[in-house]
């Protein structure tokens, strides 16, 4: 995998985007208009009568791809979770413009991370009288995470460091030589991370303007929306639940990679995985036909979500085991936990996915450990 990729796999270490999406953002302020005939394209999946999923392609949202959920009513329109960059959401409102000319009214955030409601400005700006709806925990986790965080996270500074010790030193930090291919890749990243720092510092962060706690149902029209507040990759995350349509939209309570295959592409930021997979749980027990996770395509069964479960079970009940029968040490616990049998359902023995795996499940193994004694880390 190139090194611009491999930089970009971790979660809020660095972003990339690229001139074709750059040339495509308006100023600051400015109304949602057409895309250019050069930007990258948003995918649109219809996924029921009125109700659509918008991927960004990595072009425009290397860093994650999110998901954005677009669901238009008798008299209007909501939409779960906005993007990292307002220009992508400037793009997604385009399209839905195409689609309706109904004013969108309410907008979801799934959580506080920043490819989930960053965007929320574009949308604001375009909808004045807007509603953002997220849970109270999510709301006050955003408005204590000042803009230079998030301007942090696209990640300019380490690839400028990472590129000036290449270049003193004539190699790549895993001792390969710099060649003129790996040189460029590196100056890519700078240039893209660079790029999406600026972006983000001219960014106006829009909090919700309405929470909620463990649960909310609203109508619009006939149309019936439930939200639930679940633990996913963030604590106080939503996801959405449509009981007609039988519809469910998770944020990165589930998540996939972009192309669909493989295991989850990173755990939550806290160690609170036995709180995860009760969610996990839950959202098993709803009646959807139609689940679209936090990022990757739409899921028609619950295949993936099962096999999720059953990866979280494999590892929370052989840690407990191992902790149980005297284990001290992470390598110790690590040693124990066998996944053989879920490692081949996610990646049916591709080389390079099964490495994914192993490195997610040696994350997931680490933070059950963690959690299993009330946060004590294992040296």
Known sequence: MPIAQLACRSRFLLYAVTTTA????????QGAGPARADSPAIEKVTLADGIYLFRAPSTLDLWTSSNSVVVVNDSDVVVFDSNARTSTSRLVIAEIRKITNKPVRVLINSHWHMDHWMGNAAYADAFPGLQIIATTETRDYMARLPLEFFVNSAGAARAKAALDTALAKGKLADGSPLTPERRKELE?????????GSELTATRQVLP????DEGMRFW???????????????????????????????????????????AQPWTTNSYKISPWLTSLRFMEGLDAGIIVPGQGPALRD??????????????????????????????????????DDIRQQFTNGDAALNARFDALAAALIRKVAQEARDGVVLP
């Open 302 to 339: 619950k295949t993936y979500l099962r096999t999720t479960i059953a990866l979280y079970e494999a590892i929370i009940r052989q840690v407990h085991a191992a902790l149980e029968r005297g284990a001290t040490r992470l390598d110790q616990v690590t040693a124990a936990v066998k996944l």
């Open 188 to 196: 890519d990243n700078l240039a893209e991370s660079s790029a999406l």
């Open 220 to 262: 619009r029209g006939g149309r019936e929306f439930r939200l639930h507040s679940v633990t996913g990759d963030a604590s106080g995350s939503t996801v959405l639940y449509l009981p007609r349509e039988r519809i469910l939209v998770t944020g990165d309570a589930l998540v996939r990679r972009e192309d669909g295959t493989g």
């Open 209 to 212: 303007t309405v929470t909620y």
């Open 22 to 29: 750059l040339a495509a953002i308006p100023a600051r302020g």
